[in-house]
């Protein structure tokens, strides 16, 4: 069963405008991680924020944010003012604390229209 | 700072080959990580491994071996090359099994086979 499901494919975006990433998991365990991660044409794959299951408030970093709905076992990533160069597959994961292994999943393709 | 280097970059084998990638990382990362990702897939886990000489499954280990004989690289081995396949192998690492940490991810090595 997938652990980590990201419905949306791919999504258009007008540069400047606000985009949110859906994604849903999967776990029994009471403590775990969630992460967002971005890959550019490249291929290069970078970090972009975390959030703790045990932590209320929503993660930000920069013009990134998440929305943690713990009782939907939802964590968006949202994007404000989108730019040109944040057109990338984003990808959701989750590790369990205690294990090693992160589960991701499928990733959303975002471009950002000029 | 740190970086994680793979060779080769580009690997073009046989079918039934054994194919040998290799990861080097200079964070001092406990855990390293192998990924397979298909053309517009997600990542899948290969093997892990959290310290020298440690090796763990993922969920994709059959048709691979992984070796960690020092704390630094990382090697995986494709014991059979299965003809047209291709996918981009992704190394990673992060500081420690337990911690509340990220993974960072090499540029990957493309694997065709012909």
């Given at each position: 069963?997938?652990?980590?499901?990201q419905?949306?494919?791919?999504?258009?975006?007008?540069?400047?405008?606000?985009?949110?990433?859906?994604?849903?998991?999967?776990?029994?365990?009471?403590?775990?991680?969630?992460?967002?991660?971005?890959?550019?044409?490249?291929?290069?794959?970078?970090?972009?924020?975390?959030?703790?299951?045990?932590?209320?408030?929503?993660?930000?970093?920069?013009?990134?944010?998440?929305?943690?709905?713990?009782?939907?076992?939802?964590?968006?990533?949202?994007?404000?003012?989108?730019?040109?160069?944040?057109?990338?597959v984003y990808?959701?994961?989750?590790?369990?604390?205690?294990?090693?292994?992160?589960?991701?999943?499928?990733g959303?393709?975002?471009?950002?229209?000029? | 700072?740190?970086?994680?280097?793979?060779?080769?970059?580009?690997?073009i084998?046989?079918?039934?080959?054994?194919?040998?990638?290799?990861?080097?990382?200079?964070?001092?990362?406990?855990t390293?990580y192998?990924?397979?990702?298909?053309?517009?897939?997600?990542?899948?886990?290969?093997?892990?491994?959290?310290?020298?000489?440690?090796l763990?499954?993922?969920?994709?280990?059959?048709?691979?071996?992984?070796s960690?004989?020092?704390?630094?690289?990382?090697?995986?081995?494709?014991?059979?090359?299965?003809?047209?396949?291709?996918?981009?192998?992704?190394?990673?690492?992060?500081?420690?099994?337990?911690?509340?940490?990220?993974?960072?991810?090499?540029?990957?090595?493309?694997?065709?086979?012909?």
């Open positions: 069963a997938q652990k980590v499901t419905t949306q494919t791919s999504i258009s975006v007008m540069e400047k405008t606000t985009v949110t990433m859906d994604c849903v998991y999967e776990t029994q365990d009471s403590s775990y991680f969630l992460f967002w991660y971005k890959q550019t044409a490249s291929g290069e794959i970078v970090f972009l924020i975390r959030q703790d299951s045990y932590k209320k408030e929503n993660a930000t970093v920069g013009h990134y944010s998440l929305n943690f709905q713990k009782p939907k076992s939802s964590i968006g990533l949202i994007i404000t003012a989108t730019q040109i160069e944040d057109s990338a990808f959701c994961a989750m590790r369990e604390a205690g294990y090693q292994n992160f589960y991701f999943g499928k959303t393709s975002l471009t950002v229209i000029p | 700072g740190g970086i994680i280097t793979q060779t080769p970059k580009f690997l084998g046989q079918e039934g080959q054994k194919l040998t990638l290799k990861c080097q990382q200079n964070f001092n990362h406990d390293m192998w990924y397979r990702q298909d053309s517009g897939k997600g990542l899948r886990l290969i093997y892990y491994s959290i310290t020298e000489n440690d763990q499954k993922g969920d994709l280990s059959e048709g691979y071996d992984a960690r004989e020092k704390k630094s690289s990382f090697s995986l081995t494709v014991t059979s090359a299965q003809k047209n396949e291709m996918a981009v192998f992704l190394c990673a690492s992060s500081i420690w099994w337990g911690a509340q940490d990220t993974q960072y991810f090499g540029p990957g090595t493309r694997l065709l086979v012909l």
